[in-house]
């Protein structure tokens, strides 16, 4: 069976720190990642997806960046965190040909100061 | 106008009832239709999804979809307190592949009193 993994679990920064968020999934080949941030009342936004190494598509303009370094390892980077970063960070994955069913990493909750 | 609406609730109802969750949406080109289940301060869970039309039944849930009305519903037999979670329903226009963006609406909260 598949396993996903966050970490950090929570996180406290300061405005202006750089950011690194893991995301790693096991138990799947090529699948596909995604990164979304859900503030309170709002829903879940998706930032990034990857649908292989290297490949990265972009859904919303912002100071936050993502990379996939390896097949099953996603990452959510910033040079400089503003306050308006703060939120709940989900990561999630799917495989390659079923991109409707998502299944979720337990979460990275975010707070800039 | 939102692309899916949904009730953020609270909804309170006693052990045992049975529970009606829903979702309204306005793109007629969405094919697949989710329902998650979140707890408190954790990932949202997939609880099932629907393709197009119809019903379709998992235990003490039950997903239907009525795209002429573009209205969808989950149904929870037997509520249980441990069912107390945010609801959210989640769209996709697409067939396959990673290009499957999901529209969610913002959930809708239960409390299953027992």
């Known amino acids: 069976s598949q396993t996903i993994h966050q970490w950090p679990a929570t996180l406290v920064q300061p405005v202006g720190s750089p950011l690194s968020l893991e995301c790693t999934v096991e138990?799947?080949?090529?699948?596909?990642l995604y990164w979304y941030r859900q503030a309170a009342g709002r829903g879940l936004q998706l930032l990034f997806y990857?649908?292989?190494?290297?490949?990265i598509s972009s859904e919303v303009p912002q100071n936050l960046s993502a990379s996939r370094p390896q097949d099953r390892q996603f990452i959510l980077s910033s040079k400089k965190l503003l306050l308006s970063d703060s939120g709940f960070y989900l990561c999630a994955w799917s495989f390659r040909d079923r991109g409707h069913e998502q299944y979720f990493g337990p979460g990275t909750r975010l707070t800039v100061t | 106008q939102k692309e899916v609406e949904q009730d953020p609730g609270p909804l309170s109802v006693p052990e045992g009832a049975i529970v009606s969750l829903n979702c309204t949406y306005s793109n007629s080109a969405f094919q697949y239709f989710m329902w998650y289940r979140q707890y408190s301060r954790k990932g949202p869970e997939l609880l099932m999804y629907?393709?197009?039309?119809g019903n379709k039944e998992d235990g003490r849930f039950t997903a239907q979809v009525d795209k002429s009305s573009k209205y969808i519903s989950l149904f929870i037999r037997d509520s249980q307190p441990s069912d107390s979670a945010t609801y959210l329903c989640?769209?996709?226009?697409?067939?396959?592949?990673?290009?499957?963006?999901?529209?969610f609406g913002t959930g809708t909260l239960l409390a299953v009193q027992p």
């Open positions: 629907t393709y197009s039309s």
């Open positions: 990857s649908v292989g190494i290297g490949q």
């Open positions: 138990g799947t080949s090529n699948p596909n």
């Open positions: 989640a769209m996709s226009a697409k067939n396959g592949g990673a290009t499957n963006k999901l529209i």
